[in-house]
């Protein structure tokens, strides 16, 4: 980073009420999606970026109400289709910072197809999953992250349907930043958040969020401080797969599958890389959330460099002004044959 | 020796398999016939499929085109001229022939087999039947091989040259210059040398033998056309549309961003601005057509002029997010290209049955202005309003145009871009008082903060905004107010647009309203009814929502209203909701523009019932 954007920062340093908006916010008392806001209002002062190029774009459901709160520019969306206004809105202004707010029914049912085009196109946004498994704002029907066999109003002899694992579908996807985070984790999903943001490409956070009202404690078994180190391991790059309340435990590649084993220290302990993990771990490793008796992996699975849509947009309208010149309005308009009539 | 005879007009059709290059015949015949000075206007009818089987009728691709020494407003209703490359096209296109027509067809092609696949149980070239008109039975096929001779590629090669045969043998026919499609085959096939010699020999010993044998005893001259002075050049309504967003993109200030997904008719627009990336043209091909709008809904509320362009079963998808642009008030334009419905329908042939698509196609009360062009060259003007009104009223605004127009050619005088006025239409400025749904008393428009505008942070969404503010609101009379107010903004785009084409007294028998891609027809109509004495009037709609603030006095001034749809009765629905009066439709809903003669019928029997 050069002294004079240190300096511009510096000037404009904000604090957390300059993100805060007028509107009272409206979810229900204890919800998760309360810790989410008070991260994303706290990291904003060290991302660096002038408030008036924030954007955060929404779908709908209970997580898309999420623009109203923040004192930036937003767009509350219709629902699934918050990645399209977000992809308009970055291709037209590169220069602005994108974020879509989303949930696991606006992001993978309704609005799955342009879920994955973002992904795949790279455009410089970062994805907020709020995964709380269950249709909150209609209150409560199963949603495509529920588990089968679950309960709700629209299932009252249990979902017949698998779920999708988004973090799965992400990588799968080709999204470049992919990560998970905790509501009840808030120092984890700050930095997560920020590192999301801070990414050039998209960039997409699953979060755990509990739904008290509809589906409460969903995650408990990982957001729990009491079981929460037995059940999750925290992904950091360069360092080792270990877990457990003694940290005596890890995962151990066995060349197909991970396996759990007891810690014990080797010469070549197996180390956590989010550039450039085989396809065949990272994807294992996104599977284990799927599993019994395995350890929900928490943080940074990718962290790639690519070439993003907008940046690529830019540099082509460039190269053919550069081939072509700068457009005539006459000339095109007289492109083709012509003839004169006197 | 072939004597010459001079014509006013010529209606001349293409026929053959969709494989054999109709639709580039047809163009190259419209190319040199614009520079030769004609009015001319064209009418592709082609099948859906890209290569239906070979030889059967439903394959059969046309090229019709008229082209005159006077004012022309449509391809025609009979033709004077059919190239016929095989019987499939013979049988599906004879009952457009006028009595003793000219068929030039290609002999070679009527061999047992596709004389059966015809449903021909004799060779009509043979047997008689074809007595009423002037039959020319060429060899083509055979003809294009021995011009080919010493060509090195393959026999089924060269027969893919025979339209350049017949092109030469029409361009004998109608004194049309070889020049313009010689250069046209040298830029199409750079590279690729051994066809350029291929097509080039093939166009040449085509109009050779026209002029070399006897066959023909008589070719045609079709005096220039008397037009304004100017530059001109031939345009199809796609590139017009084209052309008009990108110059009122320039003129506004505000980058083009064109959402789209491919559909027949439409892709073509995305195709040309893809092109445009020098005019700083942003076009994204989206992964389904609701990202193409909500991409375009983006992209404007950034700052841009966000464009979508679709036809029907696409902008149906589209429609929740049209909702959302009227809701939020961003500037959007929505082009239409109709094509016919419902559903999948005929994707490769012209309705106008989606004006109550554009009209009412959209959940609660979501009005929006609505613009069709009424030829191809008007694309362009259209397109420029479209966008003109969608800024300066920050709101939806529709487009309608279709297939016809969308691949239909006519001449049109270029404009002096300098001619054109600025699109100003200012946003919020940092440092401003800013409300979000503040209105501007004149037009009712809330004036738009885009991102990057320090100071002025606010949320929009698709839930009801409070009057001002712009923030959620759910208060009944509050919703009631913003309701009026939706629909208030948009009848005030009545004071900026121009106004409607009419002619004749302003009272009488007969009123003619129509819109869109009829103008053509309707125009030759009247005129033929007015050489037969009748006196009516006409108004032809351009912006059919707001209708214009005149017809509402105007249409009480008439015993009848006759509106002449491409569809089952939509305006004229409209009309008589919003005037009270017994208007009354004329609709042939073929997926082919409306007849001039089944019009002048029509207009007749309004008089003779007097
Ligand atoms: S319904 Fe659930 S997700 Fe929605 S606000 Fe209430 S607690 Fe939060």
Redesign the pocket.
């Known amino acids: 980073m050069n002294t004079i954007e240190t300096l511009e920062q510096k000037e404009k340093k904000y604090t957390k009420e300059d993100f805060t908006s007028d509107q009272e916010v409206r979810?229900?008392p204890?919800?998760?999606?309360y810790s989410i806001l008070a991260q994303m209002r706290r990291l904003l002062p060290d991302l660096g970026v002038k408030k008036e190029n924030v954007v955060f774009v929404s779908g709908i459901?209970?997580?898309s109400r999420f623009p109203y709160y923040m004192d930036t520019y937003g767009l509350h969306g219709i629902h699934g289709r918050a990645p399209a206004l977000a992809s308009g809105i970055k291709l037209a202004n590169p220069d602005l910072t994108v974020f879509v707010i989303t949930g696991d029914g606006d992001a993978l049912s309704i609005g799955g197809n342009h879920f994955i085009h973002l992904c795949r196109r790279n455009i410089d946004v970062t994805v907020l999953l709020?995964n709380?498994r269950?249709y909150?704002?209609t209150?409560?029907q199963y949603s495509p992250t529920s588990e089968r066999g679950k309960i709700t109003k629209s299932s009252p002899y249990g979902s017949l349907e698998e779920p999708f694992n988004p973090v799965k579908m992400a990588l799968a996807a080709g999204a470049t930043f992919v990560a998970r985070s905790m509501d009840r984790d808030p120092k984890h999903l700050e930095a997560t958040l920020l590192e999301a943001a801070r990414h050039k490409g998209t960039s997409f956070v699953e979060i755990y969020?509990?739904?008290?009202?509809?589906?409460d404690g969903a995650f408990e078994k990982y957001t729990n401080i009491k079981t929460r180190f037995d059940n999750v391991v925290y992904l950091k790059n360069e360092q080792e797969y270990r877990f457990g309340r003694e940290n005596d435990k890890h995962l151990f590649w066995d060349g197909h599958r991970f396996r759990v084993e007891e810690w014990k220290a080797t010469e070549k302990p197996l180390t956590h890389t989010t550039d450039n993990l085989p396809a065949s771990m990272e994807f294992a490793l996104a599977e284990l959330s799927e599993l019994e008796d395995f350890p929900v992996p928490v943080g940074v699975f990718r962290k790639r460099q690519a070439e993003t849509y907008d940046a690529l947009l830019t540099k082509q309208i460039e190269e053919v002004k550069k081939s072509k010149g700068q457009g005539d309005l006459q000339k095109l308009l007289e492109s083709g044959n012509t003839w004169h009539v006197d | 020796m072939s004597q010459s005879t001079h014509l006013d007009q010529v209606t001349i059709r293409f026929a053959g398999d969709s494989g054999d290059g109709m639709q580039l015949t047809g163009t190259q015949f419209t190319n040199t016939t614009a520079m030769v000075g004609n009015d001319l206007s064209t009418l592709p009818d082609y099948p859906a499929e890209i290569r239906a089987p070979a030889g059967t009728l439903f394959g059969v691709s046309g090229f019709q085109l008229q082209f005159s020494s006077h004012e022309i407003h449509t391809p025609g209703d009979q033709v004077d001229v059919l190239v016929a490359m095989n019987p499939a096209a013979l049988k599906v296109n004879l009952q457009h022939l006028r009595d003793n027509g000219i068929i030039i067809a290609n002999a070679d092609a009527f061999s047992i087999r596709n004389l059966k696949l015809a449903g021909y149980e004799q060779n009509p070239l043979e047997d008689g039947s074809l007595e009423g008109f002037q039959l020319f039975s060429v060899p083509i096929t055979r003809l294009t091989r021995e011009a080919l001779v010493d060509v090195a590629m393959s026999s089924r090669d060269k027969d893919r040259s025979k339209n350049f045969f017949a092109l030469g043998i029409t361009y004998w026919m109608f004194s049309r210059p070889l020049e313009v499609t010689l250069k046209w085959i040298e830029e199409k096939f750079a590279g690729k040398p051994e066809l350029i010699e291929a097509n080039k020999k093939a166009l040449n010993a085509g109009y050779s033998y026209a002029l070399a044998t006897e066959v023909f005893t008589t070719t045609y001259t079709v005096e220039k056309a008397k037009t304004a002075p100017g530059t001109y050049r031939k345009i199809t309504g796609n590139e017009a549309v084209s052309l008009g967003l990108i110059v009122a993109a320039e003129k506004s200030g505000r980058p083009l961003f064109l959402g789209g997904y491919p559909i027949t008719p439409a892709s073509d627009i995305l195709h040309i601005l893809a092109k445009y990336r020098h005019y700083d043209v942003k076009t994204f091909q989206a992964e389904d057509e609701i990202a193409g709008v909500g991409s375009a809904i983006g992209a404007s509320y950034s700052g841009a002029l966000g464009v979508t362009a679709s036809s029907g079963p696409g902008i149906a998808l589209k429609s929740e997010f049209i909702g959302y642009a009227v809701m939020t008030e961003i500037p959007l334009v929505v082009i239409n290209v109709q094509r016919g419905g419902p559903s999948t329908g005929l994707p490769t042939k012209t309705e106008q049955a989606d004006l109550f698509q554009a009209f009412y196609g959209r959940n609660g009360e979501a009005p929006l202005p609505i613009v069709a062009a009424k030829s191809p060259a008007d694309c362009f003007q259209t397109a420029m309003e479209a966008a003109h009104m969608a800024i300066k009223f920050a709101t939806p605004v529709f487009l309608l145009t279709d297939g016809y127009l969308a691949n239909g050619a006519e001449p049109w005088l270029i404009p002096d871009v300098a001619d054109i006025p600025e699109i100003k239409e200012p946003l919020a400025l940092a440092g401003e008082e800013y409300l979000p749904y503040k209105r501007d008393p004149k037009t009712l428009a809330r004036t738009m903060a885009v991102p990057g505008t320090e100071g002025l942070e606010h949320r929009l969404g698709g839930l009801e905004k409070e009057d001002l503010t712009g923030n959620v609101s759910y208060d009944p009379e509050n919703h009631h107010n913003m309701v009026r107010l939706r629909r208030k903004k948009v009848e005030k785009v009545a004071g900026f647009i121009p106004p409607p084409d009419f002619s004749g007294e302003e009272r009488g028998v007969l009123l003619i309203i129509s819109w869109g891609s009829t103008y053509g027809t309707v125009f030759s109509a009247v005129e033929e009814a007015r050489k037969q004495g009748r006196q009516l009037s006409w108004i032809h709609l351009r912006w059919i929502n707001p209708l214009p603030e005149m017809l509402g006095k105007l249409i009480h001034n008439f015993k009848h209203v006759l509106v002449p749809e491409i569809n089952a009765g939509q305006l004229v629905k409209i009309i008589r909701a919003e005037y009270l009066v017994d208007a009354r439709g004329f609709d042939r809903v073929r997926g082919l523009p409306l007849q001039t003669h089944e019009l002048v019928e029509e207009i007749s029997s309004y008089f003779e019932e007097q």
């Not at chain 1, 204890?30 to 999606?33: E, F, H, N, Q, V």
């Open positions: 979810w229900c204890g919800c998760g999606d459901g209970c997580s709020f709380n269950i909150g704002l209150k409560g969020q509990n739904c008290n009202i509809f589906n």
